[in-house]
Structure formats: C-alpha cells, structure tokens
C-alpha cells in the first residue's frame, strides 16, 4: 500500500463521485451550463432537475408547483416555537433549528428510501421561505402573511416577507440568483449534509448539519458581510481604494473574494453582477456598484484574486432592500435542492464516508496514577 498523502482542507481531493454538478469547463447541473438554465429556465425548473434529475415538462412543473404550493405551511408548534425564541436569534440560527424541528413532523421522516427523501426534499424546499418569512413576522410581534399557492418559490417568498406583490424585474433577479446558488459539487455545506448521510441518518439531520456549516463567513455567510466592507469602504472611488488596500497591509480577508476552486474567476458572480447593477440603478444606489468595481480591480491587481458568487449577490439583495441577516437563509432557500440531491445521491450508493486523520501529537505514553501527575 502507497504511503497516504495529506492535503491540508482537502483541496484538491476527489472524495467522492456524483452526477449532479460538475465545475469543470464552467459550472453546469446534471450537464446544463448555469448560463444556459438563467437563459432558459425558472428556479422551479432548476430546482425540479436538481431533485428529479431531468428538467421538467410543463405538465411535471405544473404537479411540482402544486406539491410545493400545498406543502407551504408550518406545523403551529414551530410557528409558536418561532415567536417564543429570542430576539437575538438570528434569522439563519432560527431556520437551522427550525428544520430540526420539521423532522418531528414530517410524515415520512423515518422512511429513507429514495422516494421518501424526494418527498421530503420537496417539503423541505417549500417550507424553508415560510420559516424564513413567518420568523421574520414573528419576531418583530408581527403576523406573518399566509403563504400564496399561485406563485412560484422566488415570487412567493417576497410576498410573504412584504405583504406586496414583487415586481417582475425584483422576481426574475433573485431567481437567477438562486439558480446560481443553488448547487455546487462538494462545498463544505454539501460535503458536511452527505457526511451526516453516509451514516445512515436522515435527511433532516443532514440539511440541520448542512446550514450549520453555510453559517460561516469563509462559506454562505460571505454575502452577509459584502454590504459591510462596501459601507466600510467609504463613497468615493479614493476613499475605496485606500481602504482595500489598507484592509490588505492589514492581512484582513475581503468577504466575496477568492474561491477554492475557481482561481481565475467564478461564472456565477460575472452572470449575477448585471443583475446586481441593474438592481442598483432602480434603487438609486450605483454608487456602492462604483465603489465595487474600485475594490474589484484593487483586488485583481494585488491579490490576482476575483469575485465570487457572493460579491454581486450580496449588492443585489441589498438594492432589493432586503435586510442583511436574510441573506444566508436566503442562499439555504435555494441550496437546500443542492443538499438534498446529494443526500438522496450518496444513499442511492453508500459507503460510510470516514478518512483518516496525520497524527501529529505525542509519542505513544504510560499513564501515571493521579497521585504521581506532577
Ligand atoms: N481576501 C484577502 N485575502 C484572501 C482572500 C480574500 N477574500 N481569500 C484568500 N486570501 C488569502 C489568504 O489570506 C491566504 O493568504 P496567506 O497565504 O498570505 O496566508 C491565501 O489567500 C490563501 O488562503 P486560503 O484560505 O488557504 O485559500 P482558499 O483557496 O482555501 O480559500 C476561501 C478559499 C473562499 C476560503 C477564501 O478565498 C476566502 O476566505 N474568501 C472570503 C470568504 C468568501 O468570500 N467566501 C465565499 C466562498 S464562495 C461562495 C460560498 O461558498 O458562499
């Protein structure tokens, strides 16, 4: 047997195979380029390939919306869970343990056949937004909006955070940014959900594991802390530059930069940075889109490093005037499909997933009795 080698943070090592996404060449979903699935899909449909691993007919997305639009509503346990937790909870800590709680009372969730996680994955994905919304309301002491069973994920979800009906342009935005959010081979949230999977747990503990690792900032919790380094940054394109390159000096990392694996740029963050900008224009805000491009090309210039997804999703949910905590569950909203494909693909062909660690610590020792311990 060879000698094992070591990559720190696994970079670079094939630890698993999967059918569901591929980064090479660009990114693309069971063999669909993301540019091409913007162009000429909706989320549902993506959502709907990534699950049942075709695209959709129109009939199989009409029955798919249906099944979403009924599954919109939350056990009344959770919704008082909801209210009664505290006002320090963050928005992505209360989705977290509110899909922990859904497992109670999901029908199906002692069945792991492949069918049931299907079921499941649909609830799931249906019932994310509601908790999203419904903790926002409740929260405050407000009163949630019912869910609405006619409109797609994306639309639905604005209407339950507003109460208003969202502008065509506002819907199709966020679409495209949860298409390009929604999937992405073994990023840590997915590797961490198809660990938990491989285990023979279920998949509510797995998507539970999954937003517990989406929290950080070196992961999903980066486009929550974008408006801070553009606030940060100053409003002029001087006072820009001399704050990224003083953050730099100061060996900080800017959140919406760098990438494991893409080392010459993301495709997602160069497709949702038009969307970003437009966003900006109708809100009136272009000039923290100005103060972005300064920080891009600082960031090019001495780091050779690039935007990634979370740089223009970032600036787009902040023109759409949604409240920064949201943004992460907002990234789980849309990743969840992601998740739930790889749990469902790591059962439908399992193996334990369990690596070995280099032991660095101390030579092989005697105990001493309690008494003799110096
Ligand atoms: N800003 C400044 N320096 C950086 C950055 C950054 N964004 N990213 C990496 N570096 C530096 C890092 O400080 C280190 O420098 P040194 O060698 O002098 O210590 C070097 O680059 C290598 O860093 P690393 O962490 O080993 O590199 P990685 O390829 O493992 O990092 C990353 C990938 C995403 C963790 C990292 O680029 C990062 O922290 N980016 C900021 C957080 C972020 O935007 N995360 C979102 C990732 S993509 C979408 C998603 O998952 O949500």
Redesign the pocket.
Known sequence: MSSPTYSP?L?GVIAGETAICSVEGGLSYRGYAVGDLVEHSSFDETAYLLLHGELPTAPQLAAFQTRLAAARRLPPPLNDLLAALPSSTTPLDALRTSVSALAHFDEDANDQSHVANVRKAERLLAQIPVVIANHYWLSRGGTPHPARQDLPHAANFLFMLRGVDPTPAEVKALEVSLILYAE?EF??STFAARVIASTLSDLHAAVTGAIGALKG????G??EKVVDILTAAGSTAEAAEKWVRDA?AR??????????VYKTG?VRAGILKEYARKAAEAAGSIGLEEVAEVIEKV?AAE?N?HP???WPAGRLYHAMKLEIPLYTPI?AMSRITGWAAHVIEQLDNNRLIRPRALYKGPDRRAVQPIGERK
């Open positions: 943070g970079e992405h990023n840590a900032p070196l992961h999903g980066a486009n730099l060996k900080e990392r800017i959140m919406g930069f760098g990438h494991r993301d960031m780091k490093m990634n997804l979370d990234f």
